[in-house]
């Protein structure tokens, strides 16, 4: 390159001189790529962050809802935009249950799409927070609209400044919303008589104190219960000797007080005591049944089990619908699912807590995908889930059994409960077990939510949740409480949702309850997380000792199973192949040649050809060889549906209802003429190497005796032959011997049995005389019409 600039010609010097500033463009646009992020994505917030994302299509339904609304303008080039984004998805979170209130929006300005909104607005600088009133008619504008002049960076304050503007829009009240005003003694005293509800909350605290306001829009959508704040000017305070502040009492419809015990006097100390009272639900929520006498919709047995334990039971139960259900669906594995695979059973192979059999297994199937190639089908890997080649003490229980995971109705919880105690399970093993990688099975999770978890919307949201922060955990402990957090903010965005259980809330997990020690407060008397206390609850509550296995089934009696199972598909399948080979015979067997018919072990089959002309005969010998089909089988089988015989008109599988006591006479004794006949046949056939002199041959002659009405054996004129041939017919007998005689008498069957079809003597007697009469008749009406029509041509006159 040096060389190149140092060139004397101008051309040269151009051409450098290009492509410095092509190469200096590019470094400064990866720059610009990496340092902002695209205008191409979706800006900086996401459904999974409780944020209502405006656009055309439907800012008109947002801001012209009940609700009164906050929405961000921002554009996603903006420095401070970005740096104002995680307070704004936190204050979403903190209020994700105000939502009947107050929503949280935002809208990029920089995507041209949303250029006319923001115009509209007169929104000149970013970001820009603008509050707009609630209103159920007319729609929203500008004028409306309260512009936030500061924009702290802390949620808690934000959440304070949105408690004050609702508190001001008097004439625009939210229609769902409580008051939020302080009550006063006497509202007190006849509260129960204008309010239908088993329990009235009262927070005391001091003027300048939101966790009442907050407490009361925290319990915005639960039925049997309201919440009011009480000054600690009121008189009574000193009626109830309240003495700390905040404090919060039940107040009952009797008119009795009783203060409520929390760990911690914050805000959602008070919430989730207030949500566990009995009574108290949901809006729109069934009650719950009690666990005692609990009756489900699953059609199962209700299952009594340790709310504080971990089950293997249902650890066991996600991998069966994970392997055998989830992967399943993918007839064929490759790229990234195959990657996703093989990291998840890595993984699982490395830090399961599972019994020995299941262990087996899975270091079966990791060692299977190993040496696989670059595409698996899914029978081959079935056939290592089921065990097909009957490795020993290696197996996976088929079926689920929902224990700690189970629901008071079949569509809820359970698979994907099961799925976050597995991968809270793994994390916590992974560093119990001095994993040094802290990506490790967040990883393998992270994949395989992306390639098979079932519910692709939950996929996504799981998505944008890792692309946002995963790659910021650094330690495995660290990896531990990222899967907690993320946890509880889907617990958080699901609260209230369809699909949340009557019996199992979506609450911010562990509960007070179970881990005092986790919840803290700030000065301000904010809740704040012990994260350190947390890590400790989570390597205790997840540890392999603790898990129980009550409900499982024995391990014998599961390889049992296995076996007997593995026993009944291999007959299955050897039926099945048998079934094939037997279906391949019948439509694939050639006729027999007739050198075939002159070997030994095939004289049976031509004994069976030269009886086969009759009905009877076929009863009695049960012919081998199917005419039409030229089929050969074994003697006494019958196979193939075949078509009816042409010669003789025979319809075999259609037996008569007349049974013809002289057709059976003559049937039986042309069988036995026939069967005779084969025998001297089979004789003579046998004596290959020593010529005996020539006997009378009998050819079977199948006229009809009148006077016996039997078969008749006539012998068969051969003098007119020379004596050579008459040797070789004697060597060839079951060849060409009978050649002519059998087509000869296969004439007069044909003919005989075309006038004997089905009928008896009597029946073809009526046949004739009923052809005479008619053909009488025939003839009087010609007579007649000729007669008639002479009559009248005599009757003509000519004029």
Request: charged share 25%; net charge neutral.
């Amino acid at each position: 390159m040096a060389r190149r600039c140092n060139r004397a010609t101008s051309r040269s010097n151009h051409e450098i001189q290009i492509c410095s500033s092509k190469v200096a463009t590019s470094a400064v646009w990866l720059c610009f790529c990496l340092v902002l992020p695209s205008a191409a994505r979706a800006g900086l917030y996401t459904a999974t962050d409780q944020i209502v994302l405006l656009g055309q299509e439907n800012v008109d339904s947002v801001l012209n809802s009940p609700a009164a609304m906050v929405v961000e303008f921002y554009a996603s080039w903006c420095g401070h935009c970005h740096n104002f984004a995680p307070y704004y998805k936190e204050l979403a979170l903190t209020i994700a249950r105000w939502k009947l209130c107050l929503g949280i929006a935002a809208t990029d300005c920089a995507d041209i799409k949303n250029s006319p909104i923001c115009r509209k607005h007169k929104v000149t600088s970013y970001p820009t927070v603008k509050y707009f009133h609630s209103t159920s008619t007319g729609s929203k504008s500008n004028d409306t609209a309260k512009t936030l002049s500061v924009l702290p960076r802390d949620a808690t304050r934000l959440r304070h400044i949105l408690i004050d503007l609702l508190e001001t829009s008097e004439t625009t009240w939210p229609p769902h919303c409580p008051p939020l005003e302080p009550i006063s003694a006497a509202e007190i005293d006849i509260f129960f008589e204008t309010n239908n509800v088993l329990y009235l909350a009262l927070i005391f605290e001091e003027s300048e104190s939101y966790i009442g306001r907050e407490v009361t829009l925290d319990m915005l959508q639960f039925e049997n219960i309201a919440v009011r704040r009480v000054l600690s000017t009121e008189d009574v305070v000193s009626k109830l000797g309240v003495t700390e502040f905040p404090s919060c009492y039940l107040y009952y419809p009797g008119g009795n007080f009783s203060r409520l015990q929390v760990h911690l006097e914050a805000r959602d100390f008070y919430t989730s005591a207030l949500q566990r009272l009995p009574g108290v639900m949901r809006s729109g929520k069934p009650p719950p049944a009690p666990i005692d006498t609990h009756n489900n919709d699953t059609k199962e047995p209700w299952i009594p089990f340790n709310r504080s334990r971990v089950y293997m039971a249902d650890l066991e139960s996600v991998l069966h619908y994970s392997l055998r259900v989830e992967v399943a669906v993918h007839t064929d594995i490759s790229g990234h699912a195959l990657n996703a695979l093989r990291k998840f059973i890595a993984v699982l192979v490395k830090y399961f807590p599972g019994r020995p059999i299941v262990m087996n297994l899975l270091e079966s199937l990791n060692s299977f995908l190993d040496k696989a190639d670059e595409v698996v089908l899914y029978e081959a890997l079935r056939e290592i889930i089921d065990n097909v080649t009957q490795s020993p003490d290696s197996a996976l229980p088929e079926g689920v059994r929902w224990v700690g995971c189970q629901s008071s109705q079949p569509n809820l919880r359970r698979y994907p409960c099961g799925v976050w105690t597995l991968f809270h399970v793994l994390t916590v093993q992974a560093m119990n077990k001095g994993c040094t990688d802290p990506l490790e099975v967040l990883g393998a999770m992270r994949s395989y939510v992306r390639n098979f978890f079932g519910c692709r919307e939950c996929a996504r949201h799981f998505e944008n949740m890792a692309r946002e922060s995963l790659m910021n955990v650094n330690t495995v402990s660290g990896a531990v409480l990222w899967l907690w957090s993320r946890h509880n903010r889907v617990n958080n965005r699901l609260a209230g949702d369809l699909t949340e259980d009557p019996d199992f809330p979506k609450i911010q997990w562990p509960s007070p309850d179970m881990c005092p020690s986790c919840h803290s407060v700030t000065e301000r008397r904010e809740h704040k997380w012990n994260k350190e206390q947390v890590l400790s609850f989570l390597l205790f509550y997840f540890s392999s000792s603790r898990i129980l296995n009550d409900y499982l089934e024995d391990e014998s009696q599961i390889l049992e199973n296995h076996r007997l199972e593995r026993e009944r598909q291999q007959a299955l399948k050897e039926q099945k192949h048998k079934r094939m080979v037997r279906e391949a015979v019948d439509t694939t067997t050639p006729p027999p040649s007739q050198e075939e018919e002159e070997e030994g072990p095939q004289e049976e089959v031509v004994t069976d050809q030269l009886v086969g002309g009759g009905e009877a005969a076929e009863m009695e010998a049960k012919p081998t060889h199917q005419a039409k089909t030229g089929i050969v089988v074994g003697r006494g089988q019958w196979r193939g549906q075949g078509k009816p015989s042409i010669v003789g008109m025979k319809m075999r599988e259609q037996p008569e209802d007349i049974v013809d006591l002289d057709s059976f006479i003559n049937e039986h004794y042309k069988a036995q003429a026939l069967r005779m006949a084969a025998s001297r046949v089979k004789q003579r056939t046998l004596q290959r190497k020593v010529e005996q002199e020539p006997e009378p041959v009998f050819g079977l002659g199948l006229e009809l005796d009148a006077g016996l009405g039997m078969v008749g054996l006539q012998p068969v004129d051969t003098d007119f032959e020379p004596e050579q041939k008459k040797r070789i017919r004697k060597r060839d007998l079951s060849g060409q011997y009978f050649e002519e005689e059998i087509k000869l008498n296969h004439r007069r069957r044909g003919m005989m049995s075309a006038l004997s079809i089905g009928f008896s003597k009597l029946d073809i007697s009526l046949c004739v005389i009923l052809y005479f009469l008619s053909c009488m008749c025939l003839l009087g009406m010609y007579l007649f019409f000729k007669n008639r029509l002479r009559l009248r041509r005599a009757k003509v006159v000519s004029p």
